[in-house]
């Protein structure tokens, strides 16, 4: 069975710090992962999806990488600012069972 | 980008009466499409995976008589809780699955938070 863990559980920095949250999987046999942001009482927001044939998808301040061998992702924040506060999550898609397994989620505090 | 709406955003019920809860793929058809479920300061669980036109699937530990799922069409599936009780009352999400061309991508709806009193 699938399990998704992230560290750290939660992070406080100061504005404009660079930051990354590590997502790791114990399945290598997925077809893509996502990373979410989730505001608090709010639904998902996709932030970027990877494929299992690529490394890496990178979107304005936002760049992700994944190493499907050792079962690892990283959500890297260039620059944070205090809107980038919320909950990320990370998920992965197992081949052959479309449903996502879901991560227990990196709180983020950035401080102005 | 594809869009799956949710309705109701939120619901107060009474212990003991049923809730329905819609999903609906607006501009895309969806084969298969998903429930969750989010308890507080936790992670999405997945309950269930809905086909269009068979039964649910049910995640271990999820009763399929309690949570009733529906999907009548590629575009909408329902979630009816039975009975409800209070530890029934957390954030439900739904999504919805399509194939692009060389990917499986879903679409995440933007839940309902059910508190049953």
């Known amino acids: 069975k699938q399990e998704v863990t992230q560290i750290p559980a939660a992070l406080s920095v100061p504005e404009g710090e660079n930051l990354v949250l590590n997502c790791s999987f114990t399945d290598s046999a997925i077809y893509n992962l996502q990373w979410f942001r989730q505001d608090p009482g709010k639904g998902l927001t996709s932030l970027l999806l990877?494929?299992?044939?690529?490394r890496e998808q990178t979107s304005g301040r936002l760049n992700a990488s994944l190493d499907k061998s050792s079962g690892r992702s990283t959500l890297y924040i260039a620059a944070s600012q205090p809107g980038d506060s919320a909950t990320y999550l990370c998920?992965?898609?197992?081949?052959?069972?479309?449903?996502?397994?879901f991560g227990s989620g990196t709180r983020l505090q950035v401080q102005p | 980008g594809a869009v799956v709406s949710q309705h109701p955003s939120r619901v107060i019920c009474k212990s003991g009466t049923s809730v329905k809860i819609e999903c609906r793929s607006l501009d895309f058809q969806a084969t298969t499409m998903f429930w969750y479920r989010q308890f507080p300061k936790q992670s999405l669980m997945l309950m269930a995976t809905?086909?269009?036109?068979?039964?649910?699937?049910?995640e271990q530990g999820v009763e399929k008589d309690k949570f009733l799922i529906n999907h009548a069409s590629l575009t909408l599936s329902t979630l009816t809780v039975t009975s409800a009780h209070p530890e029934d009352s957390s954030f439900y999400i739904c999504?919805?699955?399509?194939?692009?061309?060389?990917?499986?991508?879903?679409?995440f709806g933007p839940g309902t938070r059910l508190t049953v009193t």
């Open positions: 809905s086909n269009e036109g068979s039964k649910a699937t049910y």
């Open positions: 990877i494929q299992s044939s690529q």
């Open positions: 998920a992965v898609g197992d081949t052959g069972r479309r449903a996502l397994t």
């Open positions: 999504s919805a699955g399509t194939q692009g061309w060389d990917s499986y991508e879903q679409y």
